[in-house]
């Protein structure tokens, strides 16, 4: 049994984490964190866990945590890196939800993030947590950066093509819309149902935090920068990511349904959905997977839909594909749900 | 006093268009028909009409539409050419709310809509009924060919920029999204709330009817064609439309702010956001105007938000706002609603 | 002209007030105010309202409010009693759409409120403002207490059975249903759409504010007490009522749907409707509108369904109605609006 | 491994209990059927079961499904009561989560669903199929009736008192709210989310057939008829059931709480909830769980607030617990998911 302890768990990444851990045959759950709410039962907060488990909230310490053999961190940004060193030094592997370890580059995070970085030694060895990229590299790692929701969705939907270079690098485009889990649990007046049902719009057309961090991916695959437009929307439903990716084909003889086949065909949580198809939000809502499916409206022009659920494959359930592969179980174990239609 | 006939009016068009007409000051409601419904009351298709009207559905028949100043179609495509040769004889005129007269190219629109046209000769004669661009030959004309919701949104968020020769007109990209009233009245799995609901998906990724229009629409303001790339997608509320708009700069010096405010300083429905706004589509639920905000998010890139109600700007708002110029009434009469927040 | 102000403007009852306001033809709106938002304009809060007015906010203090002829509390309970003595005792009269003057008992007021009254003077003195029961007394009053939204639909669903004697009055059932604007526009995690959408609960089941004020709204009716049992329910929309009213019937003879026909008949703002209909929330959204059907599943048994929107027949469109009956005019002046269907 | 065979799994009860059906370790799915769709694959119309199932449809045919251990109906009403008498020949038993052997009283069936029977004689022998009245005879049946959705939410919220004799059953209320997956899969305009987002409404409020359902259960329970008046509404959401039960208490010192913690003690599917609570339908999402909360708002009243999913313990969870229960398995076997939030 692999002993987890979850800091930040009052959260909605915290908590779909827990709804994960708690089916999760090999793993035991020996503390949970929340600053300002210890002692509290995690099922005054998710109540859909009643009945599931009796654990409370403690404050997070590091003496707790360091007895497990992995911390996952589901906690604000810059919170994460304040803890992380004395963990590692006690020998307990991290995962770390948040931003704090994702960008390469100290000093662009720095200017997005509007922190300096506690740690940015342990940046250079944190490994980037996609699965379908550093798979190798996550078996090895003690320190895991989960990617975001949105570089998720937009990375897998672009990268066979950024790979191959096939696509004009100077001119893509990702369109993504989220549902509103995406933005939190702390109350805020642009977050409420009053104010955000039955209407949409777009936020950060002119820049979002995750814009370098697919850049930075993007750019690692193709081996030279990349430039990027990319404008998130609020969907008006709790859950889901629906990104919508543009590109200028530079080779329009290319065969894009076996090129994404090919490039997806051992991984067990994307699916390359037939030609023609248009995937749903709803159909990955739970569950761990991403679905593409790729369009060529013209000959030189490329469009790939892709979904996923932004607290899943976009936060808890990678986290969870990222922790098997960390201690060496099948990818897949815990995250066998199939999504719930209608 | 006007006189008008509405043709086609248990669809959410027409529906839409009856509750604009029933307070508009200089309209009198001659005849509102529908085929398989003649007999029925309006208020058993529109209940918020209760106690406003008690009109009738009669057949959709020549003899009775005749006698009208003016006759709105808001039928499915390919049901006004039928009619309109006839009607236009008589002398009435007509502001078509489907497609039939939008394509000038006959063959263009024949493989987008399926069907020969009925009368491509009245095709040349039919004014594109959009105000802000053709005002002059909707006050003059006897057909107009009422734009689609989409069209009207991508059309009014480029001209600025098409017009000016400011942007790359051969990648061009419209990501549009749109509630569900836009798929219309007639009952189909794929409208069904539970279908639908808490998720988001696009459809027609590789082609879409409204493409051409679009496509013709900027050609015009352009004076050469253009390449689009349209991808709608459906949103899981009601009413509204948002166009998220990207396109290449080829002077990265024009103050685009300034240039959008200049475009639309005399126009009564197009609102232009103070720099840095996110347009919201509640706040144009229910009313005739169409806002945009323009971003910059890099210097060679420019991103356009525009938000509309498609039934009303992109619909029966901007048919009245069409029927006022015709008249020789003020383009504002009938049209000043205010959005309901929340 | 009527000079009005507005306090407590930020909220929801309060801009729905205002868009009302701004296009009624004999209102001059003199101030507007927020505690703590002073400077801050009207549009900020309310985007709807953009290129209707450029009013912005000034703190709320009794001098700007004693010029007004009217001025509207939309505000916290417990706001509007410090402030009111004064502005009555300069001549300006109050509409006061919170709870302060609502109850008489105001002992009762206090433990429910949970607030010592200010000026229990004046709550004999205050007109309860449901112009289907007081219209009379609003016409001369001073200080209108606006009802609140669920004793509106609640007691004018029970009035033609209660003041007729027709029912036990020991024991009847209110079950009621709201959208989420009736929680207010203070974020907390249970208004957040994340928390609410795609679910459905009752609140206060053990005792809710409302309750007293229909008691005495409905004894007043009978002529002695009245027993009810009342459980508000939180829909996943944003705005309207639905009250579900259940009554054993004392008289199985009676012809319920004429009772309730000749009751309303001269009411502008209560649509009775045909019999064996169901009213819809959506129907009434927006305007000032009370619709309700009588039922009767077994002889001694009725059922009647209520709707209105909260903000509106259930806030702010009463408190214009009672307005307008203030200063002589018809009811009906600036609250002709159609609702908005689909 | 139980041989099972699914009549009717294109809608949405079907699906539900295929998605369960997958995941059930000790069954294996023999054969699904739908008339009018043979041939067409599972997941065309369930695409969240893509990459589970290669399953297709056949013609319902009693040949095929004679094979079988179980036959589960999930047809329209008058379907299963055409084939079950040859399955039940064959040894097939069978589950019918229709309605055709619920009512007792087949004169009164008729009345309601507008049909003959065509097997009167096995109505008799059909045994209720909620587990926690009926447990010992669920074992031993050869043919199940499914209870109906609502009928097992408002059953179990009173049978405590109901069984106990604690409440007035002349005068029983239940005010039931279920979400839009309730009217089925079968596209109608009072289906789509264009006419139902963003509204709520009651209907059948002059009489519904689960209405005859529920009697029967509550009088057997009782030992003598019950009078109910039973008000659904329809909640824009895709699922969940919210019943509000309203009841005359006969004992006012009577320990509800306790009542009900007691009776439920030993129920895996039944929770009841602490003093004060409310639950919330989304708790339930997707799982086989009724969830109840007893409130006494004054002594001589109680309020029992129910929830659950309609198409789980609403009908495909509560089949699977049926049968486990028929073959021997312990009743949670499949049945152990824990509902996503938020």
Not at 205 to 213: D, K, M, Q
Request: some cysteine.
């Amino acid at each position: 049994m692999i002993s987890v302890g979850v800091v930040g768990a009052t959260g909605y990444a915290g908590g779909e984490l827990l709804r994960l851990l708690l089916r999760h045959p090999r793993v035991e759950i020996a503390t949970i964190t929340s600053r300002g709410h210890a002692g509290a039962a995690l099922t005054d907060w998710f109540p859909n866990l009643r009945g599931e488990t009796d654990l409370r909230f403690s404050e997070p310490q590091v003496e707790n945590l360091a007895d497990c053999d992995l911390a996952f961190f589901a906690t604000p940004n810059g919170t994460a890196m304040q803890m992380v060193p004395q963990l590692l030094a006690a020998g307990t592997r991290v995962i770390d939800l948040g931003a704090d370890f994702r960008i390469k580059d100290v000093k662009v995070w720095s200017q997005w993030y509007g922190l300096e970085h506690a740690c940015p030694e342990l940046v250079e060895e944190a490994v980037y947590g996609l699965p379908e990229v550093n798979r190798q590299a996550i078996r090895a790692a003690r320190l895991v950066a989960n990617p975001g929701c949105y570089p998720t969705a937009v990375q897998l939907g672009f990268l066979p093509l950024v790979e191959q270079g096939l696509v004009d690098l100077d001119h893509l485009v990702a369109d993504a819309k989220s549902g509103a889990s995406g933005a939190g649990r702390q109350p805020k007046q642009n977050t409420m149902l009053t104010e955000v049902a039955e209407s949409f719009r777009a936020y950060g057309a002119s820049g979002h935090r995750h814009l370098p961090e697919i850049q930075q991916g993007l750019a690692r695959a193709a081996g030279r920068p990349v430039e990027l437009t990319f404008v998130p929307h609020l969907i008006p439903i709790i859950r889901g990511i629906h990104a919508t990716l543009y590109g200028r084909l530079l080779d329009s003889e290319v065969d894009l349904q076996a090129l994404y086949e090919k490039r997806f065909r051992d991984e067990a949580f994307v699916d390359v959905m037939p030609p023609g198809s248009h995937p749903e939000t709803r159909t990955v809502r739970g569950i761990n997977v991403c679905r593409i499916a790729v369009h060529r409206p013209d000959p030189g022009r490329v469009v790939v839909l892709v979904v996923e659920d932004n607290l899943v494959k976009g936060a808890a359930g990678q986290a969870v594909q990222n922790m098997n592969l960390m201690f060496g179980l099948n990818e897949r174990v815990g995250l066998a749900d199939i999504a719930v239609i209608p």
